[in-house]
């Protein structure tokens, strides 16, 4: 059942932790099931671990959502998951994409139902966070060329007033675009640049499996 929240006279569909907890395990899923495929577009431009480590990674998670409590808030969950990543993947996607999910699940603190709006804004300080970290803008070929969109999408959705199924759509779509776009793309972060353009005509790994995570999304609200 989707939950829903009246304010005034208006009422929103809101995620809760069950729906973070099923994104997780549907994204260990898909990385198990694309670990290959991931890890021969990272051998095509970076070390061919991409795959090897998103598997672990969300593997990890996995497993330690059986030791959650059933009453963790959905915050709980975003600070166990991105913890889990860092502690479990060597390569540059485990950190980035760990400080993305801590830092949104630090700013729901303390909620039990979570809008579309404040889950939007919540992945932009995520996306800020890896924007630190990483230091990679748009357009050189990374996982913040596909985040960036996706993120977006769901802004705009939430400004818009979508429900959360056109919302998740849009920002998949929107992951999918940039993931795309990156294979013209000459790499200025992460391995990849050592290629210079010998990384052109291959897309970023970390981008494709940000599609991946954004598609895991879908599915779960719609599974619920
Ligand atoms: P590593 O590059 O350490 O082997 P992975 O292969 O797991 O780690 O991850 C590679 C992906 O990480 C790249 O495809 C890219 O999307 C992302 N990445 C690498 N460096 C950066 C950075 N500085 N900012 C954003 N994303 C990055
Ligand atoms: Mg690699």
Same mark, same amino acid.
């Given at each position: 059942?989707?939950?829903?929240?009246?304010?005034?006279?208006?009422?929103?569909?809101?995620?809760?932790?069950?729906?973070?907890?099923?994104?997780?395990?549907?994204?260990?899923?898909?990385?198990t099931?694309?670990?290959?495929?991931?890890?021969?577009l990272?051998?095509?431009?970076?070390?061919?671990?991409?795959?090897?480590?998103?598997?672990?990674?969300?593997s990890?998670?996995?497993?330690?959502?059986?030791? =959650?409590? %059933?009453? *963790?808030?959905?915050?709980?969950?975003? /600070?166990? &998951?991105? @913890?889990? +990543?860092?502690?479990?993947?060597? !390569?540059?996607?485990?950190?980035?994409?760990?400080?993305?999910?801590?830092?949104?699940?630090?700013?729901?603190?303390?909620?039990?139902?979570?809008? =579309?709006? %404040?889950? *939007?804004?919540?992945?932009?300080?995520? /996306?800020e &966070?890896? @924007?630190? +970290?990483?230091?990679?803008?748009? !357009?050189?070929?990374?996982?913040?060329?596909?985040?960036?969109?996706?993120?977006?999408?769901?802004?705009?959705?939430?400004?818009?007033?979508?429900? =959360?199924?056109?919302?998740?759509a849009?920002?998949?779509?929107?992951?999918? &675009?940039?993931?795309?776009?990156?294979?013209?793309?000459?790499?200025?972060?992460?391995?990849?640049?050592?290629?210079?353009?010998?990384?052109?005509?291959?897309?970023?790994?970390?981008?494709?499996?940000?599609?991946?995570?954004?598609?895991?999304?879908?599915?779960?609200?719609?599974?619920?």
């Open positions: 059942m989707h939950a829903r929240i009246t304010m005034g006279n208006v009422t929103m569909q809101t995620l809760e932790a069950s729906h973070l907890r099923r994104w997780m395990m549907l994204c260990a899923a898909a990385m099931q694309q670990h290959e495929y991931l890890t021969q990272d051998a095509a431009i970076g070390d061919a671990d991409h795959g090897t480590n998103m598997m672990r990674g969300f990890s998670i996995e497993s330690r959502l059986e030791g =959650l409590p %059933a009453t *963790a808030r959905p915050s709980e969950v975003l /600070l166990m &998951a991105g @913890t889990a +990543l860092m502690g479990s993947v060597g !390569g540059a996607s485990g950190p980035l994409w760990g400080v993305a999910l801590r830092r949104a699940g630090k700013v729901l603190e303390g909620l039990e139902q979570v809008s =579309l709006e %404040a889950f *939007a804004g919540a992945l932009k300080l995520g /996306l &966070a890896v @924007t630190e +970290l990483g230091a990679a803008e748009l !357009g050189e070929k990374t996982m913040v060329d596909a985040l960036e969109p996706a993120v977006r999408a769901l802004l705009e959705a939430a400004a818009r007033g979508d429900d =959360l199924a056109e919302a998740f849009a920002a998949h779509q929107a992951a999918e &675009a940039g993931a795309r776009n990156t294979a013209p793309m000459v790499a200025r972060k992460g391995r990849a640049s050592y290629l210079g353009d010998r990384a052109i005509g291959h897309q970023d790994p970390g981008a494709v499996s940000t599609v991946f995570i954004f598609a895991a999304f879908e599915r779960a609200w719609l599974e619920a």
